[in-house]
């Protein structure tokens, strides 16, 4: 069924792009029409866009997507089926060479849509274990007995990398405007992994799910390829988050709820965490998760904050922001109170958590705008002056509008750093780059303040260990 939406001059050619896009990435040559697709039109002389989603998916394998294992170098690939088959991964290594394939075998869970129609679909999930540093892949999923998926590449880390990772949230069906440009870096290989903050398809569940099953095989030409790591928004709120559950894998090396709502990996120099913010929001599903993701991230800050000399930075990602400036009367308000100072003001109060343990950076969305912000401690601004010696984290908050990477760079000073670079395809929006260096105390910079038009340059300083 055609969506109509309005959009002005630059929404239609960023639509258009992002169809010749998408259409490219998600059509094999020679095989048009046999795999999942995305047809955008555009209505002459006027500024209605249609979007049509078809989705002619083959009877195999369909939204693949990788995250990692419970290490950087294993990798767990997820996809769905309309029937129930077998759970097979084939793989080949590319480099170095190797051109026997060898097989792993997963399971499937079934998953059934609670809308009217009560859409059934199998997830699959293979873990392919420990592939070791630096290796170049091939794979395809399905099985022998009902057939293989397209072959997709990806690649293993680096020993003692440093992560690129692009990040957004708040992408959407109809208007992704980061898509084009995430397709075009990530097919030049300028990412180690997506991080996706939250509110995905805008929503999973309509369509009987369909909306979900769109989104999932839009996002494919680049999930297929690198992991891509998630957490939970409050789009995905129906019948219990269950659309998202069903559809995402998240590590479980740590602990986690094994459901992907709140988990932990480490990544190169880094301890990423997940959180669900919406156990904030939602505790018609029940109060108990809500104290069960505390305790788990209180157990895992203590456990990464031992580890500070392995993986130097604690950076925690939540789809509603701590502390934002938008003047809405609500989230950066109401919400944020309660993301700081607990449900109800009072219940499990993220602010102090994170303080004690001295998380570096907090990245969160929903705004749908992008800021970032100073290590601010109870409403205080605590200026990001190494100086201060601040156990309070630095923030960003970007939505689909946003890209970040972290890669890792020299300064001219000798200074090895660690950079999460902000970009976005859209004239309104500012870039951002935010340098983070290594463990020694100071070195915060700020190298230049942003406007809507031109780059925003921000270095911040890792907390470093704390007593
Ligand atoms: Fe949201």
Same mark, same amino acid.
């Given at each position: 069924?055609?969506?109509?939406?309005?959009?002005?001059?630059?929404?239609?050619?960023?639509?258009?792009?992002?169809?010749?896009?998408?259409?490219?990435?998600?059509?094999?040559?020679?095989?048009?029409?046999?795999?999942?697709?995305?047809?955008?039109?555009?209505?002459?002389?006027?500024?209605?866009?249609?979007?049509?989603?078809?989705?002619?998916?083959?009877?195999?394998?369909?939204?693949?997507?990788?995250?990692?294992?419970?290490?950087?170098?294993?990798?767990?690939?997820? /996809?769905?089926?309309?029937?129930?088959?077998?759970?097979?991964?084939?793989?080949?290594?590319?480099?170095?060479?190797?051109?026997?394939?060898?097989?792993?075998?997963?399971?499937?869970?079934?998953?059934?849509?609670?809308?009217?129609?009560?859409?059934?679909?199998?997830?699959?999930?293979?873990?392919?274990?420990?592939?070791? /540093?630096?290796?170049?892949?091939?794979?395809?999923?399905?099985?022998?007995?009902?057939?293989?998926?397209?072959?997709?590449?990806?690649?293993?880390?680096?020993?003692?990398?440093?992560?690129?990772?692009?990040?957004?949230?708040?992408?959407?069906?109809? &208007?992704?405007?980061?898509?084009?440009?995430?397709?075009?870096?990530?097919?030049?290989?300028?990412?180690?992994?997506?991080?996706?903050?939250?509110?995905?398809?805008?929503?999973?569940?309509?369509?009987?799910?369909?909306?979900?099953?769109?989104?999932?095989?839009?996002?494919?030409?680049?999930?297929?390829?690198?992991?891509?790591?998630?957490?939970?928004?409050?789009?995905?709120?129906?019948?219990?988050?269950?659309?998202?559950?069903?559809?995402?894998?998240?590590?479980?090396?740590?602990?986690?709820?094994?459901?992907?709502?709140?988990?932990?990996?480490?990544?190169?120099?880094?301890?990423?965490?997940?959180?669900?913010?919406?156990?904030?929001?939602?505790?018609?599903?029940?109060?108990?998760?809500?104290?069960?993701?505390?305790?788990?991230?209180?157990?895992?800050?203590?456990?990464?904050?031992?580890?500070?000399?392995?993986?130097?930075?604690?950076?925690?990602?939540?789809?509603?922001?701590?502390?934002?400036? &938008?003047?809405?009367?609500?989230?950066?308000?109401?919400?944020?109170?309660?993301?700081?100072?607990?449900?109800?003001?009072? /219940?499990?109060?993220?602010?102090?958590?994170?303080?004690?343990?001295?998380?570096?950076?907090?990245? /969160?969305?929903?705004?749908?705008?992008?800021?970032?912000?100073?290590?601010?401690?109870?409403?205080?601004?605590?200026?990001?002056?190494?100086?201060?010696?601040?156990?309070?984290?630095?923030?960003?908050?970007?939505?689909?509008?946003?890209?970040?990477?972290?890669?890792?760079?020299?300064?001219?000073?000798?200074?090895?750093?660690?950079?999460?670079?902000?970009?976005?395809?859209?004239?309104?929006?500012?870039?951002?780059?935010?340098?983070?260096?290594?463990?020694?105390?100071?070195?915060?910079?700020?190298?230049?303040?942003?406007?809507?038009?031109?780059?925003?340059?921000?270095?911040?300083?890792?907390?470093?260990?704390?007593?």
């Amino acid at each position: 069924m055609p969506i109509s939406i309005k959009l002005g001059i630059a929404g239609r050619l960023f639509t258009a792009a992002l169809a010749c896009l998408t259409l490219a990435a998600t059509v094999p040559t020679g095989r048009l029409g046999s795999t999942g697709y995305l047809f955008i039109q555009s209505t002459s002389g006027g500024s209605t866009v249609r979007v049509h989603s078809h989705t002619r998916v083959r009877p195999r394998a369909r939204n693949i997507h990788l995250s990692f294992g419970d290490n950087e170098t294993s990798v767990v690939v997820t /996809w769905s089926t309309r029937n129930d088959t077998q759970s097979q991964v084939q793989l080949m290594s590319v480099q170095p060479p190797n051109a026997t394939e060898k097989l792993y075998n997963g399971s499937s869970t079934i998953f059934v849509d609670s809308g009217t129609k009560k859409a059934t679909q199998y997830v699959h999930r293979v873990t392919l274990p420990d592939l070791g /540093w630096g290796g170049l892949f091939k794979y395809r999923c399905g099985s022998q007995a009902t057939g293989w998926s397209d072959w997709f590449e990806f690649r293993t880390p680096k020993r003692g990398f440093s992560p690129r990772l692009a990040m957004f949230g708040d992408m959407g069906m109809v &208007n992704a405007q980061s898509l084009p440009r995430l397709m075009q870096d990530a097919s030049a290989g300028m990412y180690d992994a997506i991080l996706h903050v939250g509110d995905f398809a805008y929503d999973m569940q309509e369509q009987d799910g369909a909306t979900g099953d769109q989104f999932m095989q839009m996002i494919q030409p680049i999930a297929a390829r690198l992991p891509y790591m998630t957490c939970v928004g409050n789009h995905e709120f129906m019948y219990n988050f269950s659309h998202y559950k069903n559809r995402f894998t998240m590590p479980k090396g740590f602990g986690g709820d094994g459901e992907s709502m709140f988990y932990s990996f480490d990544l190169g120099p880094a301890h990423i965490i997940g959180i669900s913010t919406e156990f904030y929001f939602f505790v018609e599903y029940g109060v108990d998760q809500l104290k069960s993701q505390y305790d788990w991230l209180q157990a895992d800050l203590e456990r990464a904050s031992k580890n500070r000399a392995a993986r130097p930075w604690i950076i925690i990602m939540g789809h509603r922001p701590m502390y934002c400036s &938008n003047d809405d009367g609500d989230d950066c308000t109401f919400g944020a109170l309660f993301m700081r100072e607990g449900f109800l003001a009072r /219940w499990y109060p993220l602010e102090p958590l994170l303080q004690k343990y001295g998380v570096d950076l907090a990245l /969160w969305a929903h705004e749908h705008t992008y800021e970032r912000m100073w290590p601010v401690t109870r409403l205080e601004v605590r200026n990001g002056s190494w100086r201060s010696r601040t156990r309070s984290p630095a923030a960003l908050c970007t939505s689909s509008l946003g890209r970040l990477v972290v890669e890792s760079v020299t300064t001219p000073s000798g200074r090895r750093c660690t950079i999460l670079r902000s970009a976005a395809p859209t004239m309104a929006t500012p870039d951002a780059d935010l340098q983070l260096h290594p463990p020694q105390p100071g070195a915060g910079q700020r190298r230049s303040a942003g406007s809507n038009h031109r780059p925003d340059h921000h270095c911040a300083a890792q907390h470093g260990p704390f007593p």
